[in-house]
């Protein structure tokens, strides 16, 4: 475990970067530090591998002090990735990938090996190896930066703001790559980003600074959306943090009706429990085609369309809501993992699940504040 204890970073020219900080980053999991530029982020990931040493306090690896470590050894344990991916312009991609474990005097073979299994980890398509970065995309160069971090197979991992440069479309696909590389491989991954929807996709943990290197929260993301600290904290969310929290309530107790889906070419079924004036038409295998009036003959081509459907399980009750008030009827349509209707849910049953599901993180929240406030008492 990485422990953070009460450090502080003094620059010489008098700028307090990071204040009297303490932080207990958890084995195999991902922790975020998230702030406005100049808070200190880079400064207390830096520290982390002594890029830059503190001015006061004491970081922890596995209980024992950084600073007592060689640095040479410490950095192996640590792959870093920066911004821009800050590959090596005169190495093949390969050989970018090899470079620690060449250092470490892995065979030319070995090493070149463990490139490749790499580049299939971070879903790069081996036929780039040969290639320079320059011949590659910036979203492919961050992955090599990805994987030359992994390459000696350090168990911790620093990233400082990997995906910032790519668009939001390869920005999203390398955070799901590293959420997916994380399961698999359960790296202690200290991730430094400005953007508070990165860190709540990916942080197991966040720490949000504020400006002064001071910390304003610590808490898993969930908690944060619900009970940010302060004005600030709250700001930094932004303003739909109702909506984005949730994505942390499953909606797999979601009641689903089937009463108002009928196979295409079907009569009405006759009005049930679920009195929606529109009935749900499916093909013959029961994917979805679209809403039709009840009474209408629903000819395939006047159907309604019945916008994006949910998974119930895997989507959270916030992809259930946005299917609801993305649908003309305002019904969710809810697909099995081969795109087979389940069933539909009107909004004001998802409305429903919603206020059940916060009184039930209220009362789960409930024992643990009870604790602290005997601890405090
Ligand atoms: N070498 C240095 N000498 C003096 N001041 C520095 C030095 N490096 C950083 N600082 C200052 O320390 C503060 C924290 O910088 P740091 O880079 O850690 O912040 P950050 O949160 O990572 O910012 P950003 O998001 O803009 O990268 C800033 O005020 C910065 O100007």
Same mark, same amino acid.
């Given at each position: 475990?990485?422990? %953070?204890?009460?450090?502080?970073?003094?620059?010489?020219?008098?700028?307090?970067?990071?204040?009297?900080?303490?932080?207990?980053?958890?084995?195999?999991? %991902?922790?975020?530090?998230?702030?406005?530029? #100049?808070?200190?982020?880079?400064?207390?990931?830096?520290?982390?591998?002594? @890029?830059?040493?503190?001015?006061?306090?004491? %970081?922890?690896?596995?209980?024992?002090?950084?600073?007592?470590?060689?640095?040479?050894?410490?950095?192996?344990?640590?792959?870093?990735?920066?911004?821009?991916?800050?590959?090596?312009?005169? +190495?093949?991609?390969?050989?970018?990938?090899?470079?620690? *474990?060449?250092?470490?005097?892995? #065979?030319?073979?070995? /090493?070149?090996?463990?490139?490749?299994?790499?580049?299939?980890?971070?879903?790069?398509?081996?036929?780039?190896?040969?290639?320079?970065?320059?011949?590659?995309?910036?979203?492919?160069?961050?992955?090599? =930066?990805?994987?030359?971090?992994?390459?000696?197979? *350090?168990?911790?991992?620093?990233?400082?703001?990997?995906?910032?440069?790519?668009?939001?479309?390869?920005?999203?696909?390398?955070? &799901?790559?590293?959420?997916?590389?994380?399961?698999?491989?359960?790296?202690?991954?200290?991730?430094?980003?400005?953007?508070?929807?990165?860190?709540?996709?990916?942080?197991? @943990?966040?720490?949000?600074? +504020?400006?002064? =290197?001071?910390?304003?929260?610590?808490? *898993?993301?969930?908690?944060?959306?619900?009970?940010?600290?302060?004005?600030?904290?709250?700001?930094?969310?932004?303003?739909?943090?109702?909506?984005?929290?949730l994505?942390?309530?499953?909606s797999?107790a979601l009641e689903l009706t089937t009463d108002a889906v009928?196979? /295409? =070419?079907? *009569?009405?079924a006759?009005l049930t429990t679920a009195e929606t004036p529109y009935l749900l038409?499916?093909?013959?295998?029961?994917?979805p085609?679209?809403w039709?009036e009840r009474?209408?003959?629903? &000819?395939?081509?006047?159907?309604l369309?019945y916008g994006r459907p949910f998974?119930p399980?895997?989507d959270?009750l916030r992809a259930a809501l946005d299917c609801a008030v993305l649908s003309p009827t305002g019904w969710a349509v809810a697909v &099995?993992?081969?795109? +087979?209707v389940t069933g539909v849910v009107s909004q004001q049953t998802i409305g429903e699940a919603i206020r059940a599901a916060?009184?039930?993180?209220?009362?789960?929240?409930?024992?643990?504040?009870?604790?602290?406030?005997?601890?405090? =008492?």
């Amino acid at each position: 475990m990485i422990r %953070i204890d009460s450090v502080t970073k003094r620059y010489p020219d008098g700028t307090v970067a990071v204040d009297r900080l303490s932080l207990e980053i958890p084995d195999r999991s %991902i922790t975020v530090l998230v702030g406005p530029s #100049g808070c200190g982020k880079t400064t207390t990931l830096r520290m982390i591998n002594r @890029m830059v040493e503190p001015t006061e306090g004491t %970081i922890l690896l596995d209980g024992e002090d950084v600073q007592r470590q060689p640095v040479t050894t410490l950095r192996r344990s640590m792959g870093y990735v920066i911004q821009n991916a800050g590959l090596f312009q005169h +190495r093949t991609i390969a050989d970018n990938i090899a470079t620690v *474990p060449r250092m470490l005097g892995w #065979g030319k073979q070995r /090493a070149r090996e463990r490139a490749a299994e790499l580049m299939e980890r971070v879903g790069l398509d081996a036929s780039l190896a040969k290639r320079y970065p320059y011949q590659l995309s910036g979203g492919q160069q961050q992955r090599v =930066g990805v994987a030359r971090a992994l390459a000696a197979d *350090p168990p911790v991992l620093l990233m400082d703001e990997p995906f910032s440069a790519v668009d939001p479309v390869v920005r999203k696909g390398l955070q &799901d790559e590293l959420l997916r590389i994380q399961d698999e491989l359960g790296k202690t991954i200290v991730f430094v980003t400005h953007d508070i929807d990165e860190a709540i996709k990916l942080g197991t @943990m966040v720490a949000v600074l +504020r400006e002064g =290197g001071r910390l304003a929260q610590y808490a *898993p993301p969930a908690e944060l959306l619900s009970n940010p600290a302060d004005s600030f904290v709250e700001d930094f969310l932004g303003a739909d943090r109702g909506i984005r929290r949730l994505s942390f309530f499953t909606s797999d107790a979601l009641e689903l009706t089937t009463d108002a889906v009928v196979q /295409a =070419g079907a *009569p009405d079924a006759p009005l049930t429990t679920a009195e929606t004036p529109y009935l749900l038409v499916t093909d013959a295998e029961g994917r979805p085609l679209g809403w039709r009036e009840r009474g209408s003959a629903g &000819d395939a081509d006047r159907l309604l369309p019945y916008g994006r459907p949910f998974r119930p399980g895997t989507d959270s009750l916030r992809a259930a809501l946005d299917c609801a008030v993305l649908s003309p009827t305002g019904w969710a349509v809810a697909v &099995d993992a081969d795109g +087979r209707v389940t069933g539909v849910v009107s909004q004001q049953t998802i409305g429903e699940a919603i206020r059940a599901a916060h009184t039930q993180a209220e009362t789960d929240a409930a024992p643990a504040r009870g604790e602290d406030e005997k601890v405090a =008492g």
